[in-house]
C-alpha cells in the first residue's frame, strides 16, 4: 500500500538534516551504526535500492522485518546461494509478502548474519487490545512505551492508520493500531541492538516506510533505547512529497501498477502487517 506522506514531525527524533538523494549515493553512504533502509513492499525498485546500499557499505548485519527470530536462524550461506530453497524453508510464498524474487538480491547482496524481527502474531494482538507496554514486557520503559503519546501525535497516527486502512474500520478501533505499530518499532529496534552487540555494526534494516520515520519508527525507538547509536533513515517513496518527509535521506521512485488497495478491503485482526508499514 502506498505511504501516506503527511502529518507534523513533532516528536522528539526528529533528523539532523533531511535530503532527497539519487540512487547513486546509495554506495556512499555517511558513517551509521544503523542504516534503516525503508521501502514500500511491493515496489521492485525499493529493493534494487536496498541491495545497492548493502553491498556497498558492507553491513555486519542484516534485519528484517519479514523474517520471525526463528526463520531468520535457517538462513544457512548454503540456502542464500538457492533462492528456491530459501524461498521454500521461509516459507515465503503463504508468508503474505510480495513474491521473494524481489527479496532474494539483498539475501545475496553480503554474507552478514540475517536477523529476524517479525513479532509473534499473539503479542501483536495483545497489544492491539492492552497496549504496547503490556504486550512487550520489563523493558517498555527503556522504549518508551510506557509513555502516552502527545495528544496531537496520538491523532495523527490513528488518522494515519485510518486512512492506511482505507476508512473500512471505526476511527476509534485506530488507537489498538498504533500500539501495535509502537510495539513493532520497539520489537524491531530491540533486534537491531541484538545484531548491533553481536556484531559490532553497521547493521542494515530491511522494512516499510512507515518503520524508517524519524519522528515516530524505529529511529525514535532507538533514540531512546540506545542514544549512543548513530541512526540514518532511508524512506523511498513513490510521488514527490509536499512537505519534507520524515527521514535522514530520501529517494523518489518509480510508481507501481497496483489495484487498487482498497477494492474489497477486510477488516483485519491486528495481528499482520495491514498498516502497511
Partial sequence: MREIIALAVVLTASPVYSDQITPEALESL???????????????????????????????AIVFEMLSPEQAKVVTPELRNDEAALAAVLEWESSGWPDFSMYYSIF???DAPVYGAALPREAVRAAFSEGAAKSFGEEAVRYGLDRALPEEVQAARETLQFEAHCAAMPLNMMSGMVEA?????????????????????????????????????????????????????????????????PYDLWLVTLPVERDDPCAGFAVPSGDGNEDGG
Fill in 30 to 60: 555517511p558513517p551509521a551504526d544503523v542504516v534503516i533502509l525503508g521501502e514500500i513492499h511491493d515496489n521492485p525498485f525499493h529493493h534494487e535500492h536496498q541491495t545497492r546500499a548493502v553491498a556497498a557499505f558492507a553491513p555486519k
Fill in 108 to 110: 545475496i547482496a553480503s
Fill in 181 to 245: 505499530q509502537r510495539l513493532r518499532d520497539a520489537g524491531f529496534s530491540r533486534t537491531v541492538i541484538e545484531a548491533y552487540e553481536d556484531t559490532g555494526g553497521p547493521v542494515a534494516v530491511i522494512t516499510g516506510n512507515g518503520h524508517a520515520r524519524t519522528d515516530w519508527g524505529m529511529p525514535a525507538a532507538l533514540s531512546l533505547a540506545a542514544p549512543e547509536l548513530r541512526v540514518l533513515s532511508i524512506g523511498q517513496l513513490e510521488d514527490t512529497p509536499e512537505e519534507t518527509p
